[in-house]
């Protein structure tokens, strides 16, 4: 039996109401992955803005369980947004100091729920999976939970870094998300040489996943803003957009250094 939580339940609401207007047609498998109860760590690809609001969405509609998720600081430092985060309970993350986001997440697994993590650390402007950070990974072990991998193609169409999409853009988008198959963390060791291993086994696995689900995508990406370079898309390679976060990174600490 699920907790009734006015503030989700009214995010979700929202959620299924602005999928609806776009007239948003999702496509969902491997639901079954998805476990009824007890903690799992979702490893989510990241491309666009509302993947998380998706997840849930399908997650809720298969068996109404809630997922926390981890979320910038900057995020929870906005009146108004950082009020509903809380009230939804997921977790703030500083990115100089993430200890007690990761402790608070492992104590949340370790309670039963489920953690839905981006492990690229950011929305990835090359629509392919970049290298994955070993969090996914680490908190899945301290908490001696499975993790699920899972892939959304097409929500990037909706709002995504570097693009502003029209509304006419945005209407009747096909968004396929899959999950893959769960696998335990009983194998591998703590030690750094296993976590980097397991790490790596995840992204071979996400990437194979997008693989997938671009290869059924309804629709012709070829000459499209929104197609990875390598299948005739004019996003970014993945050289290019790392340079290009690199140097949005340099001028982000740039600016704090200023205000400082």
Known sequence: M???????????GAGRALFGLLRVRQTTSGLNQLPATG????????FGYLDFALVEWVAWLHNRRHIRFMAKKGAFDQPLVGRLLRGMKHISVDMESGRAAY???????????????????GVNASFTVRELKTGAVR???????????VVVWGGHRLMT??????LRERLGVPVIIRFG??????????????VAAATLQLHDTLQGLVDA????YPVTGV????????????????????????????????????RA
């Open 2 to 12: 699920h907790t009734r939580e006015p503030i989700y339940s009214t995010a979700i």
């Open 39 to 46: 903690g799992a760590v979702l490893a989510i690809t990241h």
């Open 103 to 121: 402790d608070q997440a492992v104590a949340a697994l370790g309670t039963g729920e489920l953690l839905g993590v981006f492990p690229e650390g």
């Open 139 to 149: 908190m899945a072990l301290a908490a001696n939970v499975p993790i699920i991998p």
């Open 161 to 166: 870094k570097n693009h502003r999409s029209t």
């Open 181 to 194: 198959a769960s696998f335990s963390m009983d194998a591998v060791d703590p030690a750094d040489d296993d």
């Open 213 to 216: 689900v671009q290869a059924e």
């Open 223 to 258: 000459g499209q803003w929104w197609q990875p370079a390598h299948l005739g898309g004019t996003a970014p390679t993945p050289a290019e957009a790392a340079v290009v976060e690199a140097e949005r990174r340099r001028r982000k600490a740039d600016r704090k250094k200023l």
